[in-house]
C-alpha cells in the first residue's frame, strides 16, 4: 500500500509542477507513427528520479495491443550491469489524435503520467521525451550508443527547449 501512495504521489507532483515552466517549450512531434515507434528503446540519458535511481542498462520496450493500448516494459540493472534485473511493466495511449506526440502512461491502476515525443528522428533512430513539467526528460535511442552528431543535436534542442542538459545522468549501456 505504500507503494500506492508513493506512486500516487510522484504522479501527482509531476502534474503540479507544470506551472513553473512557463520558459519551457513542450511542443510534440506532429507526427508519430505507432507501427515504427514501438519496439526496442536504449535509455542513453535522464534525468534523475525515484522510479529509476540507481538503474544502469536501461531499456523500454513498446508493443502494441489489439485494444489499441501500447505495452509498456521499462527494464534496467540494479548498479551494474550484473546487477540484480528490474522491470515495471504498464500501459500507454494516445488520449487525443489530434496530438499525436503527446501519449499519456501508467504503471499502475490508471494513474497517467505524460510521455511526451518532443524530437524524433525521420528514421525513428532517437527521440527526446519529457512531460509538462521540467523534472522529466529522457534521450532514447535504437541501439545502446548513439552517434556523436545525434546526440550533440539532440543536446542542443533539449537546451533551447528550456531544459537544463547539465542535469542529465549518462546511463551505462553495454557496448
Not at 509542477?17 to 535509455?43: F, I, M, P, Q
Not at 542529465?168 to 557496448?175: A, M, N, T, Y
Amino acid at each position: 500500500m505504500k507503494k500506492f501512495y508513493a506512486l500516487l504521489g510522484l504522479f501527482s507532483f509531476g502534474g503540479l509542477c507544470a506551472c513553473s515552466n512557463e520558459h519551457l517549450n513542450t511542443s510534440t512531434v506532429a507526427e508519430l507513427d505507432l507501427n515504427r515507434y514501438v519496439g526496442k528503446w536504449y535509455e542513453i540519458a535522464r534525468f534523475d528520479h525515484r522510479f529509476e535511481r540507481g538503474l544502469v542498462g536501461c531499456t523500454a520496450t513498446y508493443t502494441l495491443q489489439e485494444n489499441g493500448f501500447i505495452k509498456v516494459v521499462n527494464a534496467g540493472y540494479k548498479k551494474t550491469l550484473d546487477g540484480k534485473y528490474k522491470e515495471s511493466v504498464g500501459k500507454a495511449r494516445r488520449p487525443d489524435e489530434n496530438n499525436p506526440g503527446k501519449l499519456e502512461v501508467a504503471f499502475f491502476a490508471n494513474f497517467y503520467a505524460d510521455y511526451y515525443v518532443l524530437e524524433l528522428a525521420d528514421d525513428y533512430r532517437y527521440a527526446l521525451v519529457g512531460s509538462k513539467s521540467d523534472k522529466y526528460l529522457w534521450i532514447l535511442s535504437r541501439t545502446p550508443q548513439m552517434s556523436e552528431s545525434d546526440l550533440d543535436f539532440v543536446l542542443k534542442r533539449a537546451q533551447e527547449r528550456g531544459y537544463n542538459v547539465n542535469k542529465l545522468i549518462w546511463v551505462e549501456q553495454r557496448k
